[in-house]
């Protein structure tokens, strides 16, 4: 009974100790908490007074557009150069050739800034050069998603630059905090966005970029990233460029640039978008008159699980099955080149419209529960006709990974538009 006893008592107190040691620390988390706080506040005073953000360690950083930091900085011959491309305009666009009313289309922005809705009168950001002293570029690649690319400019003043697909994120601090010292270089050209290394990104955020540094004799400091996919090199070759003759730079090390050139392009702008087909000879081809379907039965996401309701009403019509990811880069320009008429599931692989020639027939096959409106943008600025039809998601993924199921009775009710005379 005695230890029984003892054994009760010593319990009570183990609770009383546990409960003291819980006060002590919720009292010390509080604390701290408070002088995270505090710190917090006087780091983000610090950086506003313009003090050097690595200080802290890169927590507290400002940001601003880089017309903002003209702005801010004056008619300073020290702050740099800027020159308008174009200017911001509104471009006017016709709607889905299946679609007889604006208000037909989503009006869901979701991740892109804009929904279809827009399109017709979408609002296209400047194009501007500009040349910036004292920059440090840094960078990161997320594991979680694929590895994609992630990079950030910090101008001197250390705030960073915002620009489209180009911002400063928190992993951008701790990649800069365990950095080793930064590479100096005396003069470079940044071109690169998140995920270049995608196929639709290379092709409608990246090459229109090099395509209009080339036109104004600007290639010589551009930078090309270390990693790259057989289709940047090979839209590269096929313009006659060497990626071997470009600069690059050490991806585990900061770049830090005395003098940095810096494009900012609106991704679906149609002066920009039409370099391409000028640049790749689609304007001299000779008249199209291939009809292509492009199957994705092969890629890992977003395959369409009834093609083969689909196939049997295309292929009576003369239409081509193709894989795009078995083709090289010079092969699908080519194939496209010679296209007419495209039919594809939404993917990557429907940006390569962009070499086909103008009033090709395109009809992208499209979940619209979750809508993306960047293919009819794409369409629309190099003066396609286009034709959107719904399909239904499939699969309890990720909206971007899941597979799409289309009624063929929607396919075949547009087809003899595609197969029949109709005006561009």
Same mark, same amino acid.
């Given at each position: 009974?005695?230890?029984?006893?003892?054994?009760?008592?010593?319990?009570?107190?183990?609770?009383?100790?546990?409960?003291?040691?819980?006060?002590?620390?919720?009292?010390?988390?509080?604390?701290?908490?408070?002088?995270?706080?505090?710190?917090?506040?006087?780091?983000?005073?610090?950086?506003?007074?313009?003090?050097?953000?690595?200080?802290?360690?890169?927590?507290?950083?400002?940001?601003?557009?880089?017309?903002? &930091?003209?702005?801010?900085?004056?008619?300073?011959?020290?702050?740099?150069?800027?020159?308008?491309?174009?200017?911001?305009?509104?471009?006017?666009?016709?709607?889905?050739?299946?679609?007889?009313?604006?208000?037909?289309?989503?009006?869901?922005?979701?991740?892109?800034? &804009?929904?279809?809705?827009?399109?017709?009168?979408?609002?296209?950001?400047?194009?501007?050069?500009?040349?910036?002293?004292?920059?440090?570029?840094?960078?990161?690649?997320?594991?979680?998603?694929?590895?994609?690319?992630?990079?950030?400019?910090?101008?001197?003043?250390?705030?960073?630059?915002?620009?489209?697909?180009?911002?400063?994120?928190?992993?951008?601090?701790?990649?800069?905090?365990?950095?080793?010292?930064?590479?100096?270089?005396?003069?470079?050209?940044?071109?690169?966005?998140?995920?270049?290394?995608?196929?639709?990104?290379?092709?409608?955020?990246?090459?229109?970029?090099?395509?209009?540094?080339?036109?104004?004799?600007?290639?010589?400091?551009?930078?090309?990233?270390?990693?790259?996919?057989?289709?940047?090199?090979?839209?590269?070759?096929?313009?006659?460029?060497?990626?071997?003759?470009?600069?690059?730079?050490?991806?585990?090390?900061?770049?830090?640039?005395?003098?940095?050139?810096?494009?900012?392009?609106?991704?679906?702008?149609?002066?920009?978008?039409?370099?391409?087909?000028?640049?790749?000879?689609?304007?001299?081809?000779?008249?199209?008159?291939?009809?292509?379907?492009?199957?994705?039965?092969?890629?890992?996401?977003?395959?369409?699980?009834?093609?083969?309701?689909?196939?049997?009403?295309?292929?009576?019509?003369?239409?081509?099955?193709?894989?795009?990811?078995?083709?090289?880069?010079?092969?699908?320009?080519?194939?496209?080149?010679?296209?007419?008429?495209?039919?594809?599931?939404?993917?990557?692989?429907?940006?390569?419209?962009?070499?086909?020639?103008?009033?090709?027939?395109?009809?992208?096959?499209?979940?619209?529960?979750?809508?993306?409106?960047?293919?009819?943008?794409?369409?629309?600025?190099?003066?396609?006709?286009?034709?959107?039809?719904?399909?239904?998601?499939?699969?309890?993924?990720?909206?971007?990974?899941?597979?799409?199921?289309?009624?063929?009775?929607?396919?075949?009710?547009?087809?003899?538009?595609?197969?029949?005379?109709?005006?561009?």
């Amino acid at each position: 009974m005695g230890k029984m006893v003892a054994h009760s008592q010593q319990s009570v107190a183990a609770a009383k100790r546990n409960q003291l040691r819980s006060a002590a620390g919720r009292s010390w988390d509080a604390t701290t908490g408070k002088i995270r706080s505090a710190l917090g506040r006087v780091a983000s005073a610090a950086v506003a007074r313009e003090v050097n953000p690595a200080w802290f360690g890169y927590r507290r950083i400002l940001h601003e557009t880089v017309p903002d &930091y003209f702005k801010r900085r004056g008619e300073n011959a020290q702050a740099g150069s800027f020159t308008t491309v174009h200017r911001e305009n509104v471009a006017r666009h016709p709607l889905p050739r299946n679609f007889s009313s604006r208000d037909e289309l989503p009006d869901d922005q979701g991740w892109w800034g &804009y929904s279809f809705w827009d399109v017709p009168q979408r609002r296209s950001s400047e194009t501007f050069i500009a040349t910036l002293p004292d920059c440090l570029i840094t960078w990161y690649r997320d594991p979680s998603k694929a590895d994609d690319f992630y990079p950030a400019i910090l101008n001197q003043d250390r705030r960073a630059l915002m620009m489209r697909e180009v911002r400063f994120r928190p992993l951008h601090a701790e990649t800069l905090r365990s950095a080793p010292r930064p590479v100096r270089l005396k003069r470079a050209t940044w071109f690169i966005e998140r995920v270049y290394h995608n196929h639709s990104h290379w092709l409608t955020a990246h090459l229109p970029k090099l395509l209009l540094l080339r036109e104004r004799g600007m290639l010589g400091q551009v930078l090309l990233p270390p990693d790259r996919s057989p289709a940047i090199d090979g839209s590269l070759r096929m313009l006659g460029l060497a990626p071997e003759d470009f600069q690059t730079y050490d991806s585990s090390r900061p770049l830090a640039v005395d003098e940095l050139t810096i494009v900012g392009t609106d991704r679906f702008r149609p002066e920009l978008l039409r370099l391409i087909p000028e640049a790749y000879g689609v304007n001299e081809a000779a008249q199209p008159h291939r009809k292509v379907f492009i199957s994705r039965l092969k890629a890992a996401r977003r395959r369409l699980v009834n093609e083969n309701e689909v196939w049997p009403l295309l292929e009576p019509l003369g239409f081509e099955r193709v894989f795009m990811e078995e083709l090289s880069f010079e092969a699908q320009v080519q194939l496209m080149r010679e296209t007419a008429v495209l039919v594809a599931p939404h993917g990557a692989g429907l940006t390569n419209m962009v070499f086909c020639p103008e009033g090709a027939r395109i009809v992208e096959i499209a979940d619209l529960g979750f809508p993306n409106p960047n293919f009819y943008a794409v369409a629309s600025a190099m003066g396609h006709n286009y034709w959107l039809v719904q399909a239904e998601s499939e699969g309890d993924v990720h909206p971007l990974e899941k597979d799409l199921r289309v009624d063929p009775a929607a396919v075949a009710e547009i087809l003899p538009q595609l197969t029949g005379s109709q005006k561009a």
